[in-house]
Antibody
């Protein structure tokens, strides 16, 4: 069974750094892109970017370029989404998903709360 | 960048009704369009890709159509388990933007 399992919920303060993860299993991890999607409270889905694990080729949405970093460690079939300095406006659910497009399946989501 | 809009933003219908949701792209995207269903508190699920191809396991009451700039998602007979938000996504060229979503509930 193809599965993406994300790291647990995080509560951080503004200005702190954070790296969340997404581990793939049940398929050859390096053969499929992994994408990240943000969903702010009560809002719609926002495409953040994608990465190809085989060579780390990464594409970002202009809205998120420079705000986050997408990376991968193919040796452990894990993709990452990281922030160097969180803002309160980064509070959201973050999903990873398999595929260049469309996305299928999706991880269970990681809730990130940024509050002083 | 290509913008995606959806209409209506929400709708309420009776069990058994046929409902249609529209997704529009600001420029032509051929058939590079997917539809997702997100039930309350749940993870999004792929329903349809390539505008009209049903993902494996998705009930046949769901269908998609369109090409270019105008697309539709139809539920032929609305069921209680279809209460969800439906979002389109274009993947013609990055960024692969999602539409704002259409919330569907039962009258």
């Amino acid at each position: 069974e193809v599965q993406l399992v994300q790291s647990g919920a995080e509560v951080k303060k503004p200005g702190e750094s954070l790296k969340i993860s997404c581990k793939g299993s049940g398929y050859r991890f390096t053969n499929y892109w992994i994408g990240w999607v943000r969903q702010m409270p009560g809002k719609g889905l926002e495409w953040m970017g994608i990465i190809y694990p085989a060579d780390s080729d990464t594409r970002y949405s202009p809205s998120f370029q420079g705000q986050v970093t997408i990376s991968v460690d193919k040796s452990i079939s894990t993709a990452y989404l990281q922030w160097s300095s969180l803002k309160a406006s980064d509070t959201a659910m973050y999903y990873c998903a398999r595929g260049y497009a469309p996305f299928d399946p999706w991880g269970q989501g990681t809730l990130v709360i940024v509050s002083s | 960048d290509i913008q995606m809009t959806q209409s209506p933003s929400s709708l309420s219908a009776s069990v058994g009704d046929r409902i249609t949701i529209t997704c529009r792209a600001s420029q032509g995207i051929s058939n590079y369009l997917a539809w997702y269903q997100q039930k309350p508190g749940k993870v999004p699920k792929l329903l349809i890709y390539a505008a009209s191809t049903l993902q494996s396991g998705v009930p046949s009451r769901f269908s998609g159509s369109g090409s270019g700039t105008d697309f539709t998602l139809t539920i032929s007979s609305l069921q209680p388990e279809d209460v969800a938000t439906y979002s389109c996504q274009k993947y013609h060229s990055a960024p692969f933007t999602f539409g704002p979503g259409t919330k569907v509930d039962i009258k």
